[in-house]
């Protein structure tokens, strides 16, 4: 079954006006999403467009050719590893990649995720040569934007983050302000999800019962995952920081890991 189709328009939105505006991007393995902002605000959003557009623009032709001041594309990855920044080297990124398993259809991008580690990925091939009229300068791995708006956050110990989305869970936990642990899991029930956020309670050490778990993206307040969860972390919040200025029908949530690409600075892929 497809995927409903979101746009939006804001009456400001002008694309001639592209080169003051930013062009957000997250790519999935068959379709992606675009936000373009000005400052703070959302001008333009569309979701599940399909990936041929990227290459042979025909709808959003305007929108994909125009020059902008700034392009953050956020990239899938099939797996990764985080390393130190004392212990990267450029030179070894192939040998980075063998322990990714990379098959002959992927490629291996490592880029700053923090200021303590870099984070070595795999991607499709096909995605990447589906960009092949955008710089790679300017892509970054999905999910670093949201980890870095946790940070701004000023997580405590105690706070474990827990982002779902496309049914994939991502978690997230800092020990005084480091990135203690970050992983992701793929789920389809309730039970799975609460299985792994006990798994990685256990691996971290910490009592389910002294968590805040923190919650974002698909989940929503009562329904059946959220419920579930609380039969084993009886704290349980919803993260939901206000990245960028959002028309009242759009949900931040919804957006969320899109928006948070915005956060996305000074950009390096190796």
């Not at 212990?87 to 990379?102: A, C, H, M, T, W």
């Not at 969320?256 to 915005?262: C, I, K, V, W």
């Amino acid at each position: 079954m497809t995927e409903q189709i979101y746009t939006y328009r804001d009456p400001s939105f002008n694309i001639n006006q592209a080169y003051h505006y930013t062009l957000l991007m997250q790519i999935d393995a068959v379709s992606f999403s675009y936000a373009i902002t000005y400052n703070s605000q959302l001008i333009a959003w569309g979701t599940n467009c399909s990936l041929s557009e990227l290459s042979n623009p025909q709808e959003l032709a305007e929108e994909l050719s125009a020059t902008y001041k700034k392009v953050v594309i956020g990239l899938p990855a099939n797996g990764f590893s985080l390393l130190p920044t004392p212990l990267f080297s450029k030179e070894q990124i192939p040998n980075y990649g063998r322990l990714l398993d990379v098959k002959p259809d992927e490629r291996v991008l490592a880029q700053v995720l923090d200021d303590q580690n870099f984070i070595i990925y795999k991607v499709d091939e096909k995605i990447i040569s589906a960009l092949q009229r955008f710089d790679l300068d300017d892509t970054v791995y999905l999910n670093k934007g949201w980890i870095t708006s946790v940070a701004k956050n000023s997580p405590q110990n105690q706070d474990l983050y827990l982002h779902t989305e496309n049914g994939k869970a991502e978690f997230l936990y800092y020990k005084d302000s480091k990135i203690r642990l970050y992983n992701n899991f793929d789920f389809t029930t309730e039970d799975d999800l609460a299985y792994y956020a006990a798994f990685i309670t256990e691996e971290l050490n910490l009592d389910a019962h002294d968590i805040h778990l923190k919650l974002s993206g698909n989940i929503k307040p009562e329904d059946k995952y959220s419920s579930r969860l609380a039969d084993f972390f009886p704290d349980i919040v919803f993260y939901d920081p206000q990245i960028l200025e959002l028309p009242e029908q759009i949900p931040s949530q919804q957006i969320l890991t899109l928006a948070a690409l915005s956060l996305c600075g000074s950009l390096e892929v190796l």
